[in-house]
C-alpha cells in the first residue's frame, strides 16, 4: 500500500537535483537572478509558484472595449487528455480502460473598472468532452453523460464597489475562501467544490462561485466581512458509473429546496494582524448536503442540514517559514446511517510551508475531524462515521529554466498510517512562450479502508493538458 509514496518522493528529489544541475550552468552563463518564489503565501496556484492569471482565464485579449474604456476580455483555450492505464470495473458494473477524457474548454472573463470606485466582472467556460463518443455512449451511464460530457457554466460574475471609505460592497457569484489553509478545508465553508475527478486539481481551482452579497468594513486595524448567500449549490462529486463512484446504485435526487432567504447560508469573519501574527474569527449558518456515507438505494431523495460554525485561523511568518493553525466547531451534523441524531463535530488543522529552498515551496497540512458522542461500536460498522479521522495534504514545487519549466508533486492521504486510502499526483509544466503552456502527469491511487477509497487502487489516470491564454 506504502509503496507508491516513497517512490514518488525519491522520484521527485531525483529529478529536482538533476534539473537543478541544468539552472546552475545556466545561471554560470548569466547573471539575472530570478525572482523570489512566493511574493505571498495567499491564494496559490497548484504549484504555489506558477504565475496564473486571475479565476479561470488568461491574459488581456482586448484592452479596450467600446463604450467601456477601462474593460478587459481576456480568456483561454486548453484541451484535457487523460488515459486510465489499468482495466478495471466499476461498482456499477462499468469497464474503465484507455481513453477517460478528451475536452476542449474555453472560458471567458470581461471585467474593468465601471467607473471611479465600481469594478465588474463576468466570466464562464464551457466543455465538451470527445471521450465519450470517441469510446461509445452506450457504454455510460446516463448521469456520467449528464455530469461529465459537457457544460456550459457561470463562473465568477460579480460588481464591487466603495459605499464609503471603510466599506465595500460585493453582489454576485463570488469565492469566498475563510481560513489560512491552502491544501484542507476547516473555516472554508462557502463554497462548494467540484470533486468529479479526485487528486487532479488543488483546491483553489475546484472552487465554484455562489451567488451572495458581501459587505466588507475596515474599522480601525480590523477586517470585518459580512456575507449572506442567494443560491442552493452541492459540491460536484463523482456520480453512478464513474469509477470514483463508491455504490453499486445511482443516488437519489436531491430534495427540492427554494433560493429562498430561509434556505440562505450566513457568515460573520473578523481579523487583524497583532505583534506578527494574521488571526481571524468566523461563525456562520449554512445549508450543507449530507455526507453521502450510509447513503442507500432505499432513500427517496437526498437531505441537506443546517450547519453551525465557529472558528479560528492564525499564521505567523518566522524567516522562510510560515505556521498556520485552524480550529473549528461544527455543529448540527446529521447522517443517513444516523436517523434523528444531531452531532457537533471538532477540526483541528496545523500546517507550515518553507521556501528556503531556491525556486521552491514545499507545503505540509494535516488535519483532524473528532466527532462527539459517537458510539465507537456504532462507529466501526462500514456504514457510519469514524470518530475520528485524520487527513495529510503535502505538496512540493519548484521552478527551473528561468520559471519556464515547473515540477510539482502533490499528495492526499488518510490515516494515521494513510490507511484509509491515498492520491498522489506528479506532474510537470513547461511554459513555451507568455501565451503557450503544455503539462503532463500521473495520479497515484492507492485503496483504503474509508468507504470513498475501497477498491480505488486501479482508479491511476495519466494525463496532458494544452493551454492557450488569450
Request: aromatic fraction near 14%; proline fraction near 4%; charge should be negative.
Amino acid at each position: 500500500m506504502f509503496r507508491i509514496f516513497p517512490l514518488g518522493i525519491v522520484f521527485f528529489f531525483n529529478f529536482c537535483t538533476v534539473l537543478s544541475f541544468d539552472h546552475v550552468l545556466a545561471q554560470n552563463q548569466s547573471e539575472s537572478n530570478l525572482e523570489q518564489v512566493l511574493q505571498g503565501f495567499e491564494e496559490q496556484t497548484i504549484s504555489g509558484l506558477v504565475p496564473e492569471p486571475d479565476s479561470q482565464d488568461g491574459g488581456d485579449f482586448l484592452e479596450s472595449t467600446e463604450g467601456f474604456p477601462d474593460l478587459k476580455l481576456s480568456g483561454s483555450f486548453s484541451t484535457h487528455i487523460s488515459y486510465s492505464p489499468f482495466q478495471h470495473t466499476t461498482a456499477a458494473g462499468y469497464s474503465v480502460h484507455g481513453l477517460t477524457s478528451f475536452k476542449p474548454r474555453l472560458a471567458l472573463t470581461l471585467d474593468g473598472k465601471l467607473s471611479e470606485n465600481w469594478f465588474m466582472k463576468i466570466s464562464g467556460w464551457v466543455f465538451f468532452d470527445f471521450a465519450y463518443t470517441m469510446q461509445g455512449r452506450k457504454n455510460y451511464s446516463p448521469e456520467m453523460l449528464d455530469n461529465y460530457e459537457q457544460e456550459l457554466e457561470l463562473g465568477e460574475t460579480y460588481i464591487r464597489g466603495k459605499l464609503s471609505s471603510y466599506m465595500d460592497l460585493t453582489v454576485g457569484r463570488q469565492v469566498v475562501v475563510w481560513g489560512k489553509a491552502d491544501l484542507l478545508r476547516v473555516a472554508d465553508m462557502f463554497n462548494p467544490i467540484d470533486n468529479r475527478e479526485r487528486g487532479m486539481d488543488d483546491l483553489e481551482v475546484k472552487r465554484l462561485p455562489l451567488l451572495m452579497t458581501r459587505l466588507d468594513s475596515y474599522l480601525g486595524p480590523w477586517r470585518v466581512s459580512s456575507i449572506v448567500t442567494h443560491e442552493i449549490r452541492y459540491n460536484k462529486d463523482p456520480v453512478f458509473g464513474h469509477d470514483f463512484y463508491p455504490y453499486d446504485f445511482p443516488a437519489s435526487p436531491w430534495e427540492d429546496e427554494s433560493n429562498t432567504l430561509k434556505n440562505s447560508s450566513y457568515g460573520l469573519s473578523a481579523g487583524r494582524s497583532y505583534r506578527g501574527v494574521d488571526i481571524e474569527f468566523y461563525s456562520g449558518s449554512f445549508l450543507k448536503e449530507l455526507d453521502t456515507v450510509g447513503l442507500s438505494s432505499e432513500l427517496p431523495q437526498r437531505y441537506s442540514n443546517r450547519l453551525a460554525l465557529f472558528s479560528m485561523a492564525a499564521e505567523k511568518a518566522m524567516n522562510h517559514w510560515l505556521y498556520k493553525v485552524e480550529i473549528g466547531l461544527i455543529d448540527g451534523l446529521e447522517y443517513y446511517s444516523l436517523p434523528d441524531q444531531k452531532k457537533s463535530r471538532l477540526d483541528m488543522l496545523l500546517g507550515a510551508d518553507y521556501t528556503g529552498l531556491t525556486n521552491t515551496r514545499i507545503s505540509l497540512e494535516i488535519v483532524n475531524r473528532h466527532l462527539f458522542e459517537l458510539d465507537p461500536e456504532v462507529a466501526a460498522l462500514d456504514d457510519t462515521p469514524a470518530v475520528d479521522s485524520l487527513i495529510w495534504a503535502f505538496r512540493m514545487a519548484r521552478s527551473f529554466q528561468r520559471e519556464k519549466l515547473y515540477l510539482i508533486f502533490l499528495s492526499y492521504a488518510g490515516g494515521f498510517t494513510f490507511s484509509q486510502g491515498s492520491a498522489q499526483n506528479i506532474s510537470m509544466e513547461y511554459k513555451i512562450n507568455d501565451f503557450l503552456a503544455v503539462s503532463a502527469g500521473y495520479i497515484f491511487i492507492q485503496s483504503g479502508d474509508n468507504y470513498l477509497m475501497r477498491d480505488m487502487g486501479d482508479n491511476d489516470r495519466i494525463f496532458f493538458k494544452l493551454n492557450y491564454n488569450f
